[in-house]
């Protein structure tokens, strides 16, 4: 069964920080891996997403690595804004099982002004 | 066009009651998935549907839940003699192809069972 974990739980930096959210699975056998953002009482925004043959994608002032055989993703913010406070949701397709992805419970960003 | 839509935004109920949630997908989007958050969890995969497809159901939590789709267009999920444990918020999304794009979502419905 794959497990996503993310770290940290909650994150609080100083606007124009640079800063980095880690996304770990344990089954390295994904089809692709996406960063949402969840504003609350919002749905989910997606941000980026990485197919597993391919090992960055960049967005802006966003950037999502992947390392499928260490089971590790990281989304980079750079010069973070306070628009940026938001919880930034991992998520996991599986190569066997197109339609359940497993989601991390996220990690929750304060940009302070 | 416009994005996934949910009805009603807030629904507070009774235990015992049933309740129902609608989803509007994306106009064309052939897959529609739902999902439950619970308070300081992640998303839990609910349900699948995929064109004309069987749907996929193995993520519902019990034969309370129930959830249908005609063709391509609107999807109701039902929730019978709801609990407690039933208090989250669901989500719905829908994608133009399964397992290749990406999941657009709807603002979720918050239920709360008193």
């Known amino acids: 069964k794959q497990e996503v974990t993310q770290i940290p739980a909650a994150l609080s930096v100083p606007e124009g920080e640079n800063l980095v959210l880690n996304c770990s699975f344990t089954?390295?056998?994904?089809?692709?891996l996406q960063w949402f953002r969840q504003d609350p009482g919002k749905g989910l925004t997606s941000l980026l997403l990485?197919?597993?043959?391919?090992r960055e994608q960049t967005s802006g002032r966003l950037n999502a690595s992947l390392d499928k055989s260490s089971g590790r993703s990281t989304l980079y913010i750079a010069a973070s804004q306070p628009g940026d406070s938001a919880t930034y949701l991992c998520?996991?397709?599986?190569?066997?099982?197109?339609?359940?992805?497993?989601f991390g419970i996220g990690t929750k960003l304060q940009v302070i002004p | 066009g416009a994005g996934v839509s949910q009805s009603p935004s807030n629904k507070v109920t009774e235990k015992g009651k049933d309740v129902e949630l609608r989803c509007d997908p994306i106009?064309?989007?052939?897959?529609l998935y739902w999902y439950r958050q619970r308070l300081g969890q992640g998303l839990e995969f609910l349900i699948y549907?995929?064109?004309?497809?069987?749907?996929?159901k193995s993520g519902l939590p019990s034969d309370r839940f129930s959830a249908e789709r005609t063709g391509e267009s609107v999807s109701t999920l039902t929730i019978q003699r709801t609990q407690q444990e039933d208090s989250a918020v669901y989500l719905c999304?829908?994608?133009?192809?399964?397992?290749?794009?990406?999941?657009?979502f709807g603002p979720g419905t918050r239920l709360t069972v008193l």
């Open positions: 999304a829908s994608s133009s192809r399964t397992g290749v794009d990406t999941q657009y």
């Open positions: 089954d390295s056998a994904i089809y692709n």
């Open positions: 990485i197919q597993s043959s391919q």
């Open positions: 998520a996991v397709r599986p190569a066997g099982g197109y339609q359940k992805v497993t």
């Open positions: 106009s064309g989007h052939t897959a």
């Open positions: 549907f995929q064109g004309n497809s069987a749907p996929d």
